[in-house]
């Protein structure tokens, strides 16, 4: 077995704290991963870090993170504006990085951070890992069976009513297409491939919010209806806010010529799937084979590609697709023009997905 990846946190809020140290601990009783330092800018973090996560090292400076000798991997679980700088200079110091959406928040940042990705010795892994889930999997080797058809429409939802802390999420360079629409944006390019045109609707719902128990003025769109444009008469939407207070229904529809996939739950979260197939002439109800699947789990996936060699399914060319498509969006909404989107990169092939009771088998009761 390999020495356990020596992981450095950047970033110690609510993400870092809850999903990913949970995910974290997992692995750390494994032996797969050592979590060997953390760095705040808020310095009364420390002892938190310290005594109740059991990080023996913390730093209120980035640097110290990236260029330590003792680090193999760092995850950017910073702010959003804060996460090309980051996540480039961990990859300069020859770490391998998790960074966590949007890889940045302007596109020359982004295409900086993808290019000295290119040669850098570590892996480049970008959040959403929507990808990775086995519902994901699931509904990707339909669509390449064939099953559903020639996919004609796709409609993608994910929103809520707003996080109350953190108020760089209303401002510029946050807001719900780079939190939350990014998920959506990353499931239809994940399986359906490049986006080649956009256009949008956005607008500020909310004028002010009360977050971290103060009142302040939204600066970011806050509510979004973006357009797709896959090519050959295929039409996407993704639907997103931080204006939903709750919903109902599938998080993604996929419309083909001889059938309909449905989406359960959340892409972040599936559960489920649902199939019609006209040849069949009912609906297949696919419930979840991995219930506990973490929206975290590109931690997992970049242990493992360390341990293997294997080249990472979440790509930064895709990452930087979606960027591309978030920001046209944006644009598209502020002057009504429908923007033409030049990057490409190659959707992720998976290994057929495993049979239910091979799942079954490989189930770990110490996860439950
Ligand atoms: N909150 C969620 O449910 C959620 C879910 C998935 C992904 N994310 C993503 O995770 C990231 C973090 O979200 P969050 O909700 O934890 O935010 P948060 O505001 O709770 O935490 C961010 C932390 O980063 C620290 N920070 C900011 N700049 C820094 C710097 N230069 N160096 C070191 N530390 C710095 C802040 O002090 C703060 O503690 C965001 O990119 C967000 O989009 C959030």
Redesign the pocket.
């Given at each position: 077995m390999s020495n356990p990846l020596r992981v450095g946190f950047?970033?110690?809020?609510?993400?870092?704290s809850g999903p990913y140290m949970s995910l974290a601990r997992q692995l750390r009783e494994r032996g797969r991963i050592e979590t060997v330092a953390a760095?705040?800018?808020?310095g009364s973090?420390e002892s938190f870090v310290r005594d109740e996560l059991g990080i023996p090292k913390f730093s209120t400076s980035?640097e110290d993170v990236v260029t330590s000798p003792d680090v193999d991997a760092v995850l950017v679980?910073?702010?959003?504006p804060?996460?090309g700088k980051?996540a480039r200079a961990a990859l300069e110091n020859g770490k391998h990085v998790l960074v966590?959406?949007p890889m940045a928040t302007t596109l020359a940042e982004a295409a900086e951070l993808l290019e000295f990705s290119k040669s850098a010795p570590g892996h480049l892994i970008c959040?959403p890992h929507v990808v990775l889930s086995p519902t994901f999997q699931a509904i990707d080797a339909h669509l390449k069976r064939g099953d559903v058809g020639r996919p004609h429409l796709a409609r993608a939802r994910y929103g809520w009513s707003g996080?109350w802390?953190?108020q760089?999420f209303y401002k510029s360079g946050g807001g719900p297409l780079?939190?939350l629409g990014v998920y959506n944006v990353t499931s239809l390019t994940g399986w359906f491939g490049p986006v080649r045109r956009v256009t949008a609707m956005a607008g500020i719902a909310n004028a002010t919010r009360v977050v971290d128990g103060e009142e302040m003025k939204v600066e970011a769109e806050d509510n979004f209806q973006i357009l797709l444009d896959f090519g050959n008469a295929f039409f996407g939407s993704v639907t997103t806010g931080f204006t939903m207070q709750q919903y109902r229904g599938p998080a993604i529809e996929l419309y083909g010529s001889d059938g309909t996939i449905q989406m359960m739950g959340d892409d972040w979260a599936p559960a489920g799937y649902e199939l019609w197939q006209n040849s069949v002439g009912a609906w297949q109800i696919h419930a979840d084979r991995d219930p506990r699947w973490p929206?975290t789990d590109g931690l997992q996936h970049l242990v493992e590609c360390v341990e293997t060699g294997r080249s990472p399914l979440v790509t930064a060319e895709h990452a930087f697709h979606v960027l591309e498509v978030m920001l046209a969006a944006i644009d598209a909404a502020r002057d009504g023009q429908t923007r033409t989107i030049t990057s490409t990169f190659t959707p992720p092939s998976f290994a057929a997905p495993e049979s239910e009771e091979a799942a079954h088998l490989r189930h770990d009761p110490s996860r439950d």
């Open positions: 950047v970033g110690c809020g609510s993400v870092m760095c705040d800018v808020v973090k980035y679980l910073t702010s959003m804060e996460h980051i966590e959406k959040a996080p802390w953190g760089w780079f939190d929206w």
